[in-house]
C-alpha cells in the first residue's frame, strides 16, 4: 500500500512540474513580443544635438551641409526647403538627430544679419 501512494505521489510531482515548465515555455514568447516595442522606441527617439558655427559648404546632389562647429566639421542631411534658404559663409544654429551614422536635420536657423555700428562724429571739446 506505501508503494502504491508513493508511485501516485511521485506520478502527480512529475506532472505538475511538467506543467510548470510548459506554462513557463507558452509564456516567454509573449514576453519577449512586449520586449521588442520597447527595442523599437529606442531606435526611435534618437538624441537632438545642436551645433551653431559657419556653413562651410553646401552640397544640392547629396542634400547636405558641412557647418563648421566648435567641435569641428559636421555634415548633415537637410530637406530641400532648408537647403535652399541658406548657402555658404552663412552663420546658422542646427539641431540634428543621428540614427544609423547619419546626422539629420530637424531644425535650421540662419543667425540675423550682423548690424554694422553706427559711428557718430565725435563732438569737438568745448572750452571754457
Do not use: H
Not at 32 to 38: T, V
Not at 43 to 50: D, E, G, L
Not at 68 to 97: F, H, M, P, Q
Not at 100 to 121: F, H, I, Y
Amino acid at each position: 500500500m506505501k508503494k502504491i501512494i508513493a508511485l501516485i505521489v511521485a506520478v502527480l510531482f512529475v506532472f505538475a512540474v511538467g506543467s510548470v515548465s510548459f506554462a513557463a515555455d507558452k509564456a516567454a514568447p509573449a514576453a519577449e513580443k512586449k520586449a521588442e516595442p520597447a527595442k523599437a522606441e529606442k531606435k526611435v527617439a534618437a538624441k537632438i544635438v545642436q551645433v551653431t558655427g559657419e556653413i562651410a559648404a553646401v552640397d544640392a546632389a547629396t542634400k547636405t551641409i558641412t557647418v563648421k562647429g566648435k567641435k569641428g566639421d559636421v555634415v548633415i542631411t537637410v530637406d530641400d526647403k532648408a537647403l535652399a534658404d541658406v548657402k555658404a559663409g552663412d552663420k546658422v544654429t542646427v539641431k540634428y538627430a543621428t540614427a544609423d551614422g547619419k546626422n539629420t536635420a530637424k531644425s535650421v536657423k540662419k543667425a540675423p544679419a550682423e548690424k554694422k555700428a553706427e559711428t557718430k562724429p565725435a563732438k569737438p571739446a568745448e572750452k571754457k
